[in-house]
């Protein structure tokens, strides 16, 4: 089969009834209103050089074209907002075209470039719930689901906003750079407990009054009651994110409730990717305690990305909870024994495992990690990008050293050069305190 000519071009004077006519057909189940009407005015506005003269946040319309072989085949239009920003409204595909040849992609990724072109710093749309093939289409396409409103556009249906930011790759670089390492908490650590104490203590107050030396004793006490098991006992289970140094960066506590929520407080982490981190993690730790997560926090708006793109809801905002003119929010994630287990992976490795051509991913032997067996799906999971892939199999090895010897340096990481390259990657990710605790090889397959 011959691959198709296709060309995505400025929609022309010509190409109106066209456009109406597919725009009612495709709007009319999901939005109120008269979609020929809408049609004229963004259509007209694009026509005399998109400029939005009567739109009030807008300052551009612009209308594309998708030609598949010299026949009309989809829209897509875009809309240039004055808070640097675009809004998709709408991407189109006439039924014929649609779910294949990846035409939507086509202008999706047109759309993205058209956005990144102009500068904005978010791509956005919104998509009725009942449009179930248009709302997986956007989030397989790393698009992130904000909120849901009852009835917004028409009623009896369910309107919800999806946004994708566009991130200055010098940032998503930054974030994946740093080495992320998630572990309970070692009651005998001393040195960590301290760390633990000065980070919560820097923190906690600009949000939450009371947090006071005796509060942290509270938190320590508690988590050491955590093997009565005992709800009364009010026991608590703490989680600690460390760098590639060992020094503290994120923390979490959890309190198991009676009718087996688990309440999250304290979440601190210094950075966003320690915050990630913590997200992706914790879930796991705290299946075999409870059915949902909650946790209170007041995050800021690049936490506010992480906790939607990885299903976090909020629920509630509550003014005055805790420390007078701090609005704090509660979010919750619904976890359980169908929780698919996630890995975080820097942004390098996933493109290799991705593209087929990294089979193997190495791991030391965290309890976590040791509870990962063959036939398992696994989510992996970057800053920006998520995969699925299923555990072939799982070999175990005493070292980095004894591993090598075994396995294809090439299969784990096949942009390095030798074995040598490899070792001394490994041993710069995890010290000889953690290659102490065993390596984990885990043959990957989609």
Not at 83 to 91: A, E, F, G, R, V
Not at 100 to 110: A, E, M, R, S
Not at 166 to 186: A, C, G, N, R
Request: with cysteine; aromatic share 10%; hydrophobic share 40%.
């Amino acid at each position: 089969m011959e691959t198709p000519s296709v060309l995505i071009r400025d929609a022309q004077a010509d190409d109106f009834e066209w456009v109406a006519e597919l725009m009612h057909n495709a709007l009319e189940s999901y939005y109120g209103g008269d979609h020929r009407a809408h049609a004229r005015r963004i259509f007209d506005a694009h026509i005399a050089g998109g400029h939005d003269h009567i739109g009030f946040f807008s300052f551009e319309q612009h209308m594309s074209i998708l030609e598949v072989d010299g026949v009309r085949a989809g829209i897509i239009h875009v809309v240039g907002k004055r808070q640097s920003t675009y809004k998709i409204s709408p991407l189109i595909l006439a039924p014929e075209y649609q779910s294949k040849g990846g035409f939507g992609t086509i202008l999706l990724d047109y759309a993205e470039g058209y956005a990144r072109k102009h500068e904005a710093r978010q791509l956005y749309c919104t998509v009725a719930e009942k449009n179930v093939s248009a709302m997986q289409f956007f989030l397989r396409k790393g698009f992130i689901r904000a909120g849901s409103s009852d009835s917004h556009y028409k009623t009896g249906v369910t309107e919800t906003m999806l946004y994708k930011p566009l991130y200055e790759t010098s940032l998503i670089t930054s974030l994946d750079q740093l080495h992320v390492s998630v572990l309970p908490l070692d009651e005998v650590d001393s040195e960590v407990k301290a760390e633990v104490a000065r980070l919560l203590l820097e923190t906690l107050p600009n949000s939450f009054e009371g947090i006071t030396p005796e509060w942290i004793s509270a938190l320590f006490d508690g988590y050491a009651r955590r093997n009565s098991a005992d709800i009364n006992a009010k026991y608590k289970l703490i989680f600690v994110a460390f760098d590639s140094t060992g020094q503290v960066i994120g923390v979490a506590g959890a309190t198991p409730k009676k009718g087996s929520p688990i309440k999250i407080m304290p979440f601190i982490a210094k950075s966003n990717i320690a915050f990630e981190a913590l997200l992706i993690d914790i879930p796991h730790q705290l299946v075999l305690y409870g059915h949902k997560l909650y946790v209170h926090i007041n995050p800021t708006a690049d936490e506010v990305v992480s906790l939607q793109r990885l299903g976090w809801r909020l629920d509630s905002a509550l003014p005055n909870a805790y420390r007078q003119n701090i609005v704090t929010q509660q979010w919750s994630l619904n976890i359980g024994e169908t929780l698919m287990r996630t890995m975080r992976i820097k942004q390098r490795f996933f493109d290799l495992i991705k593209s087929g051509k990294k089979p193997l991913e190495v791991r030391v032997g965290y309890d976590s990690i040791k509870r990962i067996r063959a036939g398992e799906q696994v989510n992996l999971e970057t800053h920006t990008s998520r995969l699925t892939v299923r555990i072939a199999a799982v070999r175990n090895y005493g070292s980095f050293e004894a591993m090598l010897k075994k396995e294809s340096f090439g299969k784990i990481a096949p942009d390095v050069s030798s074995e040598a390259e490899l070792l001394d990657l490994l041993k710069q990710i995890y010290p000889p305190n953690k290659e102490a605790l065993g390596v984990i090889v885990f043959e990957l397959t989609k």
